[in-house]
Structure formats: structure tokens, C-alpha cells
């Protein structure tokens, strides 16, 4: 069963991410030790799309195999 949105949202709060508006319903989540950008589209009740959730877990993934004192 796909992530609903807000889902993904929560996760990607949680793990340090901040958000910027985008148009409409896409917003753009940049985490400061990343160089990539995730942008989230789509209201919060929806399913989230397959490559969405990829993206997101190879995202946290880089996150917690960044070195702690790297900045």
C-alpha cells in the first residue's frame, strides 16, 4: 500500500528537511547536508507515487551514512 502524501511530508520533516513553496501544489524540500531537492506534489490524501517514495528513502538513507561531524 503507497504513503499518502502527508506521509512522505511527516518523513521528510522529521529527518531535518525544510520546505519551500513551489507552484500550486508543489513544494520543494532541500536539506541542508544534501545537494539535491525533493520536490513534493500532490494534495495530502493522496498516494504517493512510487519514484516519490524512492527518492525520499535513498534521501534519508545518504543521510544517515553522512559522517556526524560533516556539515
Given at each position: 500500500m503507497p504513503k499518502k502524501i502527508r506521509e512522505i511530508k511527516a518523513m521528510l520533516k522529521e529527518a531535518g528537511f525544510i520546505v519551500r513553496s513551489g507552484k500550486g501544489s508543489h513544494n520543494n524540500w532541500k536539506h541542508p547536508r544534501l545537494p539535491q531537492v525533493i520536490t513534493v506534489a500532490r494534495k495530502d490524501g493522496a498516494d504517493a507515487?512510487?519514484?516519490?517514495?524512492?527518492?525520499?528513502?535513498?534521501?534519508?538513507?545518504?543521510?544517515?551514512?553522512?559522517?556526524?561531524?560533516a556539515d
Open positions: 507515487p512510487r519514484y516519490l517514495e524512492r527518492k525520499v528513502s535513498q534521501a534519508l538513507q545518504q543521510l544517515k551514512e553522512l559522517p556526524d561531524d
